[in-house]
């Protein structure tokens, strides 16, 4: 048992890059606010300031549930110096047993600084296969040493982790991401027509951060081979999201080879009605880890067109081979779509099966349960 005495809650320190909306820090959220408070006593810390009012919605749960994150301002190299030294003072005085980072520049920061305070167990959050910024796995290669469990959102991001930053097979534990089913179901479908577009349109949803990993070039340059390519239905291709690619995808939507059949609704707090009323969820992704938005598109009982990339399969099981492409296969990817707007009953079937997987294997209190099991092993083991 801890040498913090078997009654009192084990101290974990959450550290995350910003708590913006999106993948990881949902996560976070997830995990912050449903972990037993009888077993541990959770703080936050976020590299970067507060999210702007409009993106604020993470943080308000946060605070909603007794949680007031640390905010350590950093925005560039220098600042994130200076966050190094305060994150390493907050360890110092709130002494937690295990620090759990979230994305790339809060996983090295924190364990550094969780070192050199003698925080006793640092795990790091991976939650992709890096493939273009190759000092990302120079750095990890670098301090890997100093970090005692891995926690992958897929296998194949634990095989690349293992592969090409040279982790310890044995460091690293595969922990999926979990839906919150309930509140997804509580949230009806968006009624088309309130965006201008047809009632009887057939929606091609795009939801995402856009760049270049996430393939928003590939999606903009397929979109007049998707609007073509059942024109018996009534194709519109919709975008929504935020990113380097935004000049793009606005320059796009004026351009008259998408017919007036291409929208960006830009970036919205809730994405989940646009789901729920879509006739297919895309994601021509380069390279992931487990992609979020294939989650909740599963959970809202729709059908998706991915990418092969680290962790889709995972995600869809035995649906993988109707709803994916072999990476760079564009010509498979779009009759993937097309295959899914020409047949209701195909949609239909592949919806129920991805809910079905959503329930059973990625349901968030199994994602939670997993975590504190590890918390509570890790302790064990480090302070025995």
Known sequence: MSSSGPCRPIRVSLCITELEPGGAEKNLVELATRADRRRFSIDVVSLKPAPPPDRSKLLTRLVAAG???????????????????????????????????????????SRIAARLSGVPAVIAGVRVAEKAKRWHLWAERL?????????????????????????????????????????????????WSQYGLPASADVILYVGRLDFQKGVDLLLKLAPQLIEAAPQTNPHVVIVGDGPDRSKV????????????????????????????????????????MPNVILEAMACKRPVV????????????????????PPRCESDWVARVRALLTNPNLCARLGQLNRARAEGLFNID????????????LVSQATR
């Not at 998408?258 to 009323?277: K, S």
């Open 67 to 109: 949680i007031c994150p640390v905010f350590l301002g950093a925005k560039g190299p220098l600042t994130g110096l200076l966050a190094l030294t305060r994150l390493r003072r907050i360890f110092v005085h709130t002494k937690p047993l295990i620090v759990q980072s979230f994305l790339f520049h809060a996983n090295l920061l």
């Open 143 to 191: 301090t890997q040493r100093w970090v005692d469990r891995y926690v992958c959102v897929s296998t194949g991001v634990a095989q690349h982790l293992v592969r090409h930053c040279r982790v310890p097979q044995q460091k690293t534990v595969v922990i999926p991401n979990g839906v919150d089913l309930r509140a997804i179901d509580e949230k009806p479908p968006v009624q």
């Open 250 to 289: 606005e320059a796009a939507v004026r351009m008259p080879d998408f017919q007036g059949r291409l929208h960006y609704l830009g970036w919205l707090t809730d994405p989940i009605p646009l789901m729920r009323a879509a006739r297919v969820i895309v994601l021509p992704s380069r390279w992931e880890g």
């Open 306 to 325: 991915a990418m092969n990339v680290e962790g889709v399969a995972e995600l869809l099981g035995e649906g993988a081979e109707l709803q994916t492409a």
């Open 366 to 377: 199994r994602m939670v349960g997993a975590y504190e099991e590890l918390w509570e092993r």
